[in-house]
C-alpha cells in the first residue's frame, strides 16, 4: 500500500495446519506470526499484546 503505516501492520495467519514447515510458509508469505487451531484465546491476546506494545515504543 502506498501508506507510511501499512509497513507497521501485523499480519497472522491462522491455519488448523501447525506443522514447523507449514509455519515457515506463513513467515516466508509475509505474515509475522502463524496460530493454529484451536484457536487458544490466551495465546491469540498474548500475540496481539506483544505488536501492540512494539507500536507503542
Do not use: C, W
Amino acid at each position: 500500500m502506498d501508506r507510511k503505516d501499512a509497513e507497521t501492520v501485523p499480519i497472522f495467519a491462522m491455519s488448523a495446519n501447525a506443522f514447523d514447515d507449514d509455519v515457515a510458509r506463513s513467515r516466508a508469505a509475509g505474515m509475522n506470526e502463524h496460530l493454529s487451531k484451536p484457536l487458544s484465546f490466551e495465546k491469540a491476546a498474548a500475540v496481539i499484546a506483544q505488536y501492540v506494545r512494539k507500536n507503542e515504543e
